[in-house]
């Protein structure tokens, strides 16, 4: 698997120009059960787009996203394989309006031309206040989600791609408040309600709505040399008839960790550490839908820059979890890994 972007910036005092490249190669094997599944994808996408303040309060953009998916996937544990290829070209705009100091309006607009789907639109409203140290806001937005390729050209014993399959949408109602205590202790919260309707399951829509609802919050504590942050999410995420959504704990929570040292013996140095509890979950366990347990998964970092290179040390499942993400799919255990990058 390896990755490719690169991209051209122009600043003026009043505009932003903007054009990216990317590319992503995707290669990865599975052992299952003995047998050796293979998945291959490529994806493509350039990105442009253009920013402009026109005075004190009044601000816009626009641009255009193409991006262009192929993926090819055949497995020998169970009857399964996908070929096939999907392009999508958005244009968006947003623009700001800025009553006075403490009150801000945005506004976003794209609009989808999908391979398959054909044009969809979606749109974005927010309202902003500061209050002294308080921050609020309100955000309404539609979303949009296009079947992938195997919902179009997968196949297998229990399931035929096609190109019938009408993308979901949601409609997305959210609450932030934001409380900066002091320049080292702040919290943010945010709670949304979703509905989705058109809900994809393989290569058919679901009739009726699914709900989420849910509740994210963040204490931060820190300076500049060191920091911790809590999170913590609270989420109910139900299909029309009551029962638990695939994929979607009720509970997740964790920290993140990091902290600058400054060693007689090695000099100054970072350290990461980042740790989250997934909880139990709904997932397709290769038969049928069930409970899967509780994860744990921890990852840390040591970073130090020597002579303008980059050398870092990383472990990832520090705890050497067994687990797989999602359902049928073995996740790695514990791995080391070492870094360098090159400053010029």
Avoid: C
């Avoid at 903007?18 to 003995?34: A, C, E, I, S």
């Avoid at 919290?187 to 849910?214: C, K, P, V």
């Avoid at 799919?329 to 400053?343: I, P």
Wanted: no cysteine; charged share 25%.
């Amino acid at each position: 698997m390896y990755a490719l972007q690169t991209g051209i910036e122009r600043k003026t005092e009043n505009s932003l120009d903007n054009l990216m490249f990317h590319y992503h190669n995707y290669d990865r094997k599975y052992y299952v059960l003995g047998n050796k599944d293979k998945y291959y994808s490529e994806t493509i996408t350039v990105k442009g787009e253009r920013d402009l303040i026109i005075n004190d309060k009044i601000s816009y953009g626009f641009g255009n996203e193409y991006k262009y998916d192929w993926a090819n996937f055949e497995t020998q544990s169970y009857t399964s394989q996908s070929k096939g290829h999907v392009s999508n070209l958005g244009t968006f705009a947003n623009t700001g309006y800025k009553f006075n100091e403490n009150q801000i309006l945005s506004l976003h607009a794209r609009n989808d031309y999908h391979k398959i789907t054909d044009e969809n639109q979606t749109y974005k409203i927010n309202f902003t206040q500061l209050l002294d140290k308080f921050r609020l806001s309100a955000t309404h937005s539609t979303g949009l989600k296009n079947p992938g390729l195997y919902e179009f050209f997968g196949s297998s014993n229990f399931h035929t791609g096609s190109e019938s399959v009408d993308p979901s949408k949601s409609k997305t109602n959210e609450l932030y408040g934001e409380y900066n205590y002091s320049d080292n202790i702040s919290f943010n919260s945010t709670a949304y309600r979703t509905t989705i309707s058109n809900r994809i399951n393989g290569s058919t829509n679901l009739n009726g709505d699914t709900n989420q609802e849910g509740l994210e919050s963040e204490l931060n504590l820190g300076s500049r040399d060191q920091n911790i942050s809590f999170i913590s999410h609270f989420a109910k995420s139900r299909t029309t008839s009551g029962g638990a959504n695939s994929r979607r704990p009720d509970l997740s929570y964790g920290f993140d960790y990091f902290k600058k040292f400054n060693l007689p013996e090695y000099g100054p140095f970072n350290l990461n550490l980042n740790y989250r509890h997934i909880g139990d979950h709904i997932d397709w366990t290769g038969s049928k839908n069930s409970f899967v347990k509780s994860v744990d998964l921890v990852e840390m970092s040591i970073r130090k820059d020597l002579y303008n290179n980059m050398l870092s040390l990383n472990f990832t499942n520090l705890l050497n979890e067994r687990y797989e993400k999602p359902g049928t799919y073995s996740q790695d255990g514990r791995a080391v890994s070492f870094g360098f990058r090159r400053k010029y």
